[in-house]
């Protein structure tokens, strides 16, 4: 909501929002960010967030489930830069910003199953987190 695209940018780089999961503008501004040739930042305000909003995936509980596509999202980031040969440049940067995403999303999660099957997903996707202080589960 804080983004004007070009819809020929769009078209020409095959830039669109992966259906079926929640948070698919995360990837989508990924492609977005690293097709561009030029980015042009404005301080003017052109929108209005509501940032207490009641539906917002932020507050604490809202639709856990949901949360889960957050490993999805992951995995398809990933390919996108192994796509474009950036994962082994950025690896380092890339994985320790998606555990930290990952493990604020688990401390948002109430519902005590969706929470088990997140700790789990985190394990598998990061198995040095528990030497690394995060202690998930």
């Known amino acids: 909501w804080n983004k004007i ?13 992966e259906e079926g999961i929640n948070f698919e503008d995360n990837l989508f501004f990924l492609k977005a960010y690293l097709n561009a040739q030029n980015i042009v930042f404005t301080k003017v305000p052109l929108y209005n ?7 917002s995936y932020s507050k604490k509980g809202r639709q856990d489930y949901k949360k889960l596509d ?7 980031q990933k390919k996108f ?4 040969n950036l994962y082994k440049n950025y690896k ?13 999303w688990f ?3 109430e519902d005590k199953f969706i929470k088990l099957i997140y700790g789990w997903k985190l394990l598998w996707h ?3 987190i528990l030497r690394d202080n995060f202690c998930p589960v």
């Open 126 to 128: 990061f198995p040095l």
């Open 92 to 104: 380092k940067g890339y994985e320790f910003s998606k555990k930290q995403e990952l493990y604020y």
């Open 81 to 84: 830069l192994k796509e474009k």
């Open 70 to 76: 957050f490993f999805t999202l992951y995995k398809l």
């Open 5 to 17: 695209y070009k819809a020929s940018f769009l078209k020409e780089n095959n830039i669109l929002f």
């Open 49 to 55: 967030y509501r940032q207490n909003s009641q539906t």
């Open 107 to 109: 401390n948002k999660i």
